[in-house]
């Protein structure tokens, strides 16, 4: 069972470059999300989707884009990357929402913005 | 909006003691209250959940929670603590109506030590 992949594991930027992250899951999941996780801050949700099409902001949105054209894929977006944006960035997904059922996450990205 | 606060940042106790881990949160409705675990280098995984009925949850690896609607508190408990219970342990709500997404609190750090 792969459940949630997230790749790169590990990536440097240079100030202003862009790059995506990729989260892909396994179990048919119509709810995704995308948190990044800062020290002794907890985990802030980035975007989030309920189903293919369909994306919403979360709490701290500035400076990323998502997009869900499949059920599975859920990819992160970086256009111009800022030292601010240096943190572990986790993908989960879930089956359901009311109730809601166990996230399941990825085992993260963490990015460097130099 | 709702909010999390977990009371302590870090959890120092000795092998085959017992630990609670402090959760309180703020929010006007009702709430889904929730605890995940974060070993090193990986990603979250949960622990237990509240939904309604008995107030007293069990979960995972011997823990359990409380919640309490009067002081709007939900505290994670283990009576006999193990090496392998260190890591970083998150609480986190979701309003039962409206946005679908989990708010986390800042993460209390247990260290088990021998």
């Known amino acids: 069972n792969a459940g949630v992949t997230q790749t790169p594991k590990f990536r440097i930027l240079k100030i202003g470059q862009s790059m995506t992250l990729q989260c892909t899951q396994d179990?048919?999941?119509?709810?995704m999300y995308w948190y990044r996780q800062d020290p002794g801050m907890g985990l802030k949700l980035i975007y989030y989707?309920?189903?293919?099409?369909?994306?919403d902001k979360g709490e701290v949105p500035n400076g990323y884009n998502v997009s869900r054209s499949t059920t599975e894929d859920f990819p992160l977006r970086l256009e111009l990357a800022a030292p601010s944006q240096t943190s572990v960035y986790f993908c989960?997904?879930?089956?359901?929402?009311?109730?809601?059922?166990?996230?399941?996450f990825g085992q993260g990205t963490r990015l460097t913005v130099v | 909006a709702q909010s999390v606060t977990q009371l302590d940042s870090q959890v120092p106790v000795f092998e085959e003691a017992p630990v609670e881990l402090r959760c309180n949160y703020s929010?006007?409705?009702?709430?889904?209250l929730f605890w995940y675990v974060q070993y090193p280098n990986q990603g979250l995984q949960l622990l237990l959940k509240?939904?309604?009925?008995?107030?007293l949850v069990k979960g995972i690896n011997g823990f359990e929670a409380e919640f309490n609607k009067s002081q709007t508190s939900f505290h994670l408990r283990k009576p006999s603590v193990h090496i392998s219970d260190t890591a970083e342990y998150f609480c986190?709500?979701?309003?039962?109506?409206?946005?679908?997404?989990?708010?986390f609190g800042q993460g209390t750090r247990l260290t088990i030590n021998p």
């Open positions: 989960a997904s879930s089956y359901s929402d009311v109730p809601p059922t166990e996230a399941f």
């Open positions: 179990m048919n999941h119509n709810y």
């Open positions: 989707s309920v189903g293919a099409g369909i994306t």
């Open positions: 929010s006007s409705v009702s709430v889904y």
């Open positions: 509240y939904l309604s009925g008995s107030t």
């Open positions: 986190a709500v979701r309003l039962i109506q409206g946005a679908q997404k989990l708010v």
